[in-house]
């Protein structure tokens, strides 16, 4: 499951976009400024961004710089310019990748595959930490505090979103659309349950309570 940032000011291709993403099984977080954007990206989490050049409040040169100084994350920019020199520009900017607008889906599906597929290529993050979680992602495997937790699919995939985004919370909507991935039922309990079945699995290691619940609003994951 792959997580994307969206950084689009233009309303239409930000929304078609990200649903066509998440219809894909990806976690997409949406922004509409620069400043917004870069904000979201250093609460951590996120395995490529989607950037629009011409943004309000912080351009999208400027904050790919940002997003350099710290990271080799896969940058795709959406960009209006098809002239040559536009091109260069944008990938001595620190870009992978560019998307000349208007553009189709299919085609950004691809070139997402062809700058995830790079990023596997080098040493990469296959163990997920938070405190005394280790997940491992390949295997679909937890150990918290020194113990094995038999997770399902489903469950895993929870404690994967919550531990990729600790400082986020999410809803429940949120949560069953990324892992389920289809459209959330109303008054459904079915996270209710499964974080429920989570922390009783979780209790024999301490480590239950680090599944904090929002109330009206979701969950997300307790900081030390």
Not at 124 to 148: I, K, Q, V
Not at 159 to 175: M, S
Request: a negative charge.
């Amino acid at each position: 499951m792959y997580n994307i940032l969206l950084i689009e000011d233009d309303v239409d291709i930000n929304g078609s976009t990200a649903t066509y993403l998440r219809r894909l099984g990806c976690l997409c977080t949406q922004a509409y400024s620069g400043t917004e954007g870069l904000l979201l990206w250093r609460e951590g989490g996120f395995d490529l961004l989607l950037v629009d050049r011409m943004l309000p409040g912080l351009s999208g040169d400027d904050l790919i710089a940002e997003v350099r100084r710290t990271s080799q994350v896969p940058v795709i920019v959406l960009s209006a310019r098809a002239d040559l020199s536009g091109k260069v520009d944008l990938l001595c900017s620190g870009a992978d990748d560019y998307l000349t607008k208007p553009f189709q889906l299919e085609e950004l599906w691809a070139r997402i595959q062809v700058q995830l597929r790079h990023a596997r290529a080098v040493p990469s993050r296959e163990t997920l930490r938070f405190r005394d979680w280790a997940l491992n992602l390949g295997e679909m495997t937890l150990t918290a505090a020194g113990r094995p937790v038999s997770l399902t699919a489903h469950e895993f995939k929870i404690v994967e979103l919550l531990a990729g985004r600790p400082r986020q919370v999410f809803t429940k909507q949120q949560i069953y659309e990324a892992v389920w991935q289809e459209a959330y039922a109303v008054e459904d309990k079915t996270i209710a349950v499964h974080i429920s079945n989570i922390r009783a699995k979780l209790r024999p290691s301490g480590t239950d309570g680090y599944i904090q619940t929002v109330w009206g609003i979701g969950f997300k994951l307790a900081e030390e």
